[in-house]
């Protein structure tokens, strides 16, 4: 069955260093999100994207975050100067179509670690 | 959007049925409800969805009562691989854009061996 891929599994970065995590999408899905999850609290849509823009964002992507599929397979997460509260797990979700009667598949995530 | 709420924690007994609550009063006529769960360790797993009729899939059942005020998950006989956190999410219907899923704390199932 095929499934979301993300690197790499466990990410350190130094305070203020940028960090990009990486995700293949499912091959024919369409629409694109990153969720992030804080250590023991619940899991927190970020961003969506479709047809090479976001579609939608919540408070959390701030100007520091940005999201980018350069080429046909990978969808991207940047963070421009990573602080400590960035710490977190990261998934990124892929789906067909975008709506109500569709599920997101998810990768296992990325484990981003700021010291 | 709709608010749903699940207990914190439920325990049951490896390869017995598990029924996982879920209550959705303000559920909207369009909503769509969806179960996922998290696996220790990794990400989200869809695992069924329905709108007004109780569904079947491979993984699961999920019942919604007549009023579409509640619904519940079943597992029909688990196992400790079911072990995981499970969320009850509400959808809106929406004909465009691409919404992000809203996760609550859902329920800690524990399987006993």
């Known amino acids: 069955e095929p499934e979301v891929t993300q690197t790499p599994s466990h990410q350190v970065t130094q305070m203020g260093q940028e960090v990009i995590l990486r995700c293949v999408p499912i091959?024919?899905?369409?629409?694109f999100y990153w969720y992030r999850q804080i250590l023991g609290q619940k899991v927190e849509f970020l961003v969506s994207?479709?047809?090479?823009?976001?579609?939608?964002k919540s408070e959390i992507f701030d100007d520091q975050f940005s999201v980018e599929r350069p080429d046909g397979s990978n969808f991207t997460l940047k963070i421009r100067s990573t602080k400590l509260e960035d710490s977190a797990m990261y998934f990124c979700?892929?789906?067909?179509?975008?709506?109500?009667?569709?599920?997101?598949?998810f990768g296992d995530g990325t484990r981003l670690s700021i010291l | 959007d709709a608010k749903t709420t699940q207990p914190n924690s439920m325990e049951s007994n490896e390869e017995e049925p598990v029924h996982l609550p879920c209550n959705h009063s303000?559920?909207?006529?369009?909503?769509?409800i969806h179960w996922y769960r998290q696996l220790p360790s990794q990400g989200p797993e869809y695992v069924i969805h329905?709108?007004?009729s109780n569904v079947n899939n491979r993984m699961a059942s999920l019942a919604i009562a007549e009023d579409r005020k509640s619904s519940t998950l079943i597992l029909h006989r688990a196992t400790l691989r079911d072990a995981a956190v499970y969320y009850c999410?509400?959808?809106?219907?929406?004909?465009?854009?691409?919404?992000?899923?809203?996760f609550g704390k859902g329920t800690h199932l524990i399987i006993q061996p």
């Open positions: 303000t559920i909207s006529g369009t909503d769509y």
């Open positions: 091959s024919n899905h369409l629409y």
């Open positions: 999410i509400l959808r809106e219907y929406s004909g465009g854009g691409a919404d992000g899923l809203t």
């Open positions: 994207f479709y047809n090479n823009e976001i579609s939608e």
């Open positions: 329905g709108l007004t």
């Open positions: 979700a892929s789906s067909r179509v975008s709506n109500s009667n569709q599920p997101q598949h």
